[in-house]
């Protein structure tokens, strides 16, 4: 193929995994399914942690489910290229698919540009990036929610460990000269983590951050909904 093809081709992909990041499932379930949007309620974050907290925990997890097979789905979209793997154009490739898919769940065109954090999508990103590293940091994330029961501190903890396991334990068997990209982009993810959490670490300073309490079905009386925030 000749090289305008291939930008073409770049750019239409890069939309597309925009095109499925903007797909949300709380919104478009909480609508489906119980006739509200999920962003006028708790703390108006479409993703799968106010998800549950309003609608319960079974949609809450198909929220999460979906938003890291979204981010993963995305971020693979590069085998389409004829890049090798585990090579910078590779890795790089991954990067610019999953940050496009991010935006997407972030700034949805399906719903108004009024998006979550994209926590759960970048856990598929990562995921399809570096499965070995997002595994440990798995384990990592359920120790500290089984500990302190808040899922910010959870998450701040495990992404910040991502960047530690990519530029030491799982960079030794590889070429140093191709994982530079991967390296770099393990801190710029470890640093949008924490940026993303500002409002969380401020409710967290003040003792008004919800702990994780798994929520029945949205179904069951005794399980209203979640009070609306002020305006």
Not at 105 to 121: D, I, Q, S
Not at 195 to 208: A, E, P, Q, T, W
Request: net charge positive; aromatic share 14%.
């Amino acid at each position: 193929m000749s090289i305008p093809v291939v930008i073409t081709l770049y750019v239409l992909f890069i939309i597309l995994a925009y095109l499925i990041g903007s797909i949300s499932s709380s919104i478009i379930l909480g609508k489906w399914f119980y006739g509200i949007d999920v962003r006028e309620y708790g703390s108006k974050n479409p993703g799968a942690n106010n998800t549950q907290r309003v609608l319960g925990w079974k949609m809450g997890l198909l929220v999460l489910a979906f938003d890291i097979i979204k981010g993963a789905g995305a971020t693979s979209l590069v085998f389409f290229f004829p890049f090798t793997q585990e090579t910078n154009g590779f890795v790089a490739t991954q990067i610019v698919f999953g940050f496009s898919a991010i935006m997407g769940h972030v700034f949805p065109v399906f719903h108004n540009f009024k998006g979550g954090k994209g926590v759960a999508t970048m856990c598929g990103v990562l995921l399809a990036i570096h499965p070995f590293a997002v595994l440990i940091c798995t384990a990592i994330f359920c120790v500290m929610l089984f500990i302190t029961r808040y899922v910010s501190v959870s998450v701040i903890t495990a992404v910040t460990c991502f960047p530690f396991l990519v530029n030491t334990l799982f960079a030794l068997w590889l070429d140093p000269k191709e994982t530079l990209v991967i390296k770099i982009f393990s801190i710029v993810a470890g640093c949008t983590v924490w940026l993303c959490h500002i409002s969380n670490l401020k409710r967290l300073y003040h003792g008004k951050e919800e702990k994780f309490i798994i929520k029945k079905p949205l179904s069951d009386k005794s399980c209203p909904l979640p009070p609306r925030e002020k305006k």
